[in-house]
């Protein structure tokens, strides 16, 4: 199974930008699709991004839309997240996943790999 490592998290204010990376390993290309989830202190995880790794198709929660953008370099075996015009409300812990099914799952069950995730707090 794929092993999955994010890193790029840390402290902004609010307005600014930072620039995930989620770096695969093992058998990054058995699975259909890496996302993005984010769990907020007390919350659930919830999806943010996804991106095949064949192909440009992407998925975003209504959250995110036109802030951030998933991105992938196959060379590298690494999925990004650029985000944008940060704010309060996007301070989570931010974890990548790798799914095995052939649609866009948004559910944490839809993905069987997991990193451990990397911190990002947006101060206002």
């Known amino acids: 199974q794929v092993q999955l490592e994010e890193s790029g998290g840390g402290l902004v204010q609010a307005g600014g930008s930072l620039r995930l990376s989620c770096a695969a390993s093992?058998?990054?290309?058995?699975?259909?699709?890496i996302g993005w989830f984010r769990q907020a202190p007390g919350k659930e995880r919830d999806f943010v991004a996804a991106?095949?790794?064949?192909?440009?198709?992407?998925y975003y929660a209504d959250s995110v839309k036109g802030r951030f953008t998933i991105s992938r370099d196959n060379a590298k075996n690494t999925v990004y997240l650029q985000m944008n015009s940060l704010n309060p409300e996007d301070t989570a812990v931010y974890y990548c996943?790798?799914?095995?099914?052939?649609?866009?799952?948004?559910?944490?069950?839809?993905?069987?790999?997991w990193g451990q995730g990397t911190q990002v707090t947006v101060s206002s």
């Open positions: 996943a790798a799914s095995r099914l052939i649609a866009p799952g948004t559910r944490t069950q839809d993905y069987d790999a």
């Open positions: 991106i095949r790794w064949s192909g440009q198709n992407t």
């Open positions: 093992g058998r990054a290309y058995s699975n259909s699709y």
